[in-house]
């Protein structure tokens, strides 16, 4: 008979630790399992001042497992332990178990890190911070932390926002415009990993392309989740067919009527449009609620730059139904420059708490206003940059400028 030759004292604690680690690997981040201490336990009969001196002899252990005859009866916090102990403790050294609060806080490993969350939270105030017990099928775990629960929610969260933060920009990214006549530079900084503001760009049909950002009111997940139905909006008329047989005004009216389906009553999505139609050598603005559209073009005589500003004339999208609206229609311009930014820009704040405002924007603009693309971009951010110093930003940060010939 071969007999079997186990390690001994600290390789067996190293090699059961090792053991219990895969477990705990073995569930997801979503799950308590995932944060599970394994502490080797202590008998109910041991004194409380060796019991004192093992919390001393490990860095960073705020409580230990209680073993009965039946196995694990409950966990010991440090605290309640000092606080409990007295001088004449010191010459009884009664034993642990008398100190035990077998009432002590447990949660299943399969539980959700979230839902375990709410339930710590309804406990005592004066309890709230204290470890728990963590059981696997009705068998004891080991022992959870709040410090350690609230980091591993946080990575959670974290862990989702990049997930979401990757959609949304896989959804800004493959949009663009192919037709020849018209370049398009995007420009986005998040105030947090996602947000509400989000730009289209599509060619229609041959000769029509479309040019458009919008900005979700309200910031963070709720903003970004209705991105993600502009975006749905405008690729299943793609997908349909129906883009070719579709005017610039039934797209931003059955745009309107998508948001007011698909929204509560108070939010509302601000819009821009900009559809060029380089057969027709038109180009036509609609306006919903959005900071004002900036072209300029070189003037056909002087060759002096010259500009326009497209207020807003219609509602936010969301608000009211409304017929199929005309729109702002002005002929292709030699060398025309458009450009759109949603109030993120100019409500951003510098140290002092000032907003950068659309003056400051518009001496910025200006002298810049018919240089390449590329080039106004790659300045508006360090000028943003050095407006806003180390201020922290409040509001998302879209641009959108374009060359169209």
């Given at each position: 008979m071969d007999a079997l030759e186990l390690p001994a004292g600290d390789e067996i604690r190293d090699f059961v630790a090792e053991r219990l680690k895969g477990l705990s690997e073995s569930y997801s981040i979503t799950k308590v399992g995932h944060i599970t201490k394994f502490i080797e336990p202590v008998s109910c009969s041991m004194g409380i001042t060796e019991v004192l001196e093992l919390f001393a002899a490990q860095d960073g252990v705020e409580s230990l497992p209680i073993e009965g005859d039946r196995g694990i009866i409950g966990i010991i916090q440090k605290s309640d332990l000092i606080k409990k102990k007295t001088a004449l403790m010191s010459v009884t050294d009664p034993p642990v178990e008398r100190f035990l609060d077998r009432s002590t806080f447990s949660v299943?490993?399969?539980?959700?890190?979230?839902?375990?969350?709410?339930?710590?939270?309804?406990?005592e105030p004066s309890r709230l911070y204290d470890d728990f017990m963590i059981f696997e099928s009705g068998r004891f775990f080991g022992i959870g932390g709040f410090a350690n629960l609230t980091k591993n929610i946080a990575a959670i969260r974290m862990q989702d926002l990049d997930k979401a933060m990757a959609m949304q920009e896989f959804l800004m990214d493959r949009?663009?415009?192919?037709?020849?006549?018209?370049?398009?530079?995007?420009?986005?900084?998040?105030?947090?990993?996602?947000?509400?503001?989000?730009?289209?760009?599509?060619?229609?049909?041959?000769?029509?392309?479309?040019?458009?950002?919008?900005?979700?009111?309200?910031?963070?997940?709720?903003?970004?989740?209705?991105?993600?139905?502009?975006?749905?909006?405008?690729?299943?008329?793609?997908?349909?067919?129906?883009?070719?047989?579709?005017?610039?005004?039934?797209?931003?009216?059955?745009?309107?009527?998508?948001?007011?389906?698909q929204t509560p009553e108070e939010v509302f999505v601000a819009g821009a449009?900009?559809?060029?139609?380089?057969?027709?050598?038109?180009?036509?603005?609609?306006?919903?609620?959005?900071?004002?559209?900036?072209?300029?073009?070189?003037?056909?005589?002087?060759?002096?730059?010259k500009g326009k500003i497209v207020n807003p004339d219609l509602m936010p999208l969301g608000?009211?139904?409304?017929?199929?609206?005309?729109?702002?229609r002005f002929p292709i311009q030699?060398?025309?420059?458009?450009?759109?930014?949603?109030?993120?820009?100019?409500?951003?704040?510098?140290?002092?708490?000032?907003?950068?405002?659309?003056?400051?924007?518009?001496?910025?603009?200006?002298?810049?206003?018919?240089?390449?693309?590329?080039?106004?971009?790659?300045e508006l951010d360090e000028e943003i940059r050095g407006f806003a110093g180390q201020a922290p930003q409040a509001d998302d940060i879209t641009v959108l400028s374009a060359e169209i010939s």
């Open positions: 299943d490993a399969s539980e959700n890190c979230e839902k375990a969350m709410a339930l710590i939270l309804k406990r949009n663009s415009v192919s037709r020849p006549g018209v370049v398009a530079r995007k420009y986005v900084r998040m105030a947090n990993r996602i947000g509400g503001d989000f730009i289209q760009l599509m060619d229609l049909r041959d000769s029509l392309s479309m040019l458009a950002c919008f900005d979700v009111c309200g910031k963070g997940t709720a903003a970004a989740l209705l991105t993600g139905t502009l975006s749905s909006f405008f690729s299943t008329l793609k997908v349909s067919g129906a883009l070719g047989s579709s005017s610039p005004s039934a797209i931003v009216a059955a745009l309107n009527a998508v948001v007011m389906d449009f900009a559809f060029v139609d380089g057969a027709a050598r038109e180009a036509t603005f609609f306006n919903c609620g959005f900071p004002p559209i900036y072209l300029f073009y070189a003037d056909p005589e002087s060759g002096k730059p608000i009211n139904a409304f017929v199929e609206p005309r729109g702002n030699p060398n025309m420059r458009l450009f759109m930014h949603s109030d993120g820009l100019t409500e951003a704040r510098d140290e002092r708490g000032e907003a950068y405002g659309d003056e400051r924007l518009r001496s910025f603009l200006y002298p810049r206003c018919m240089k390449k693309v590329e080039d106004i971009i790659r």
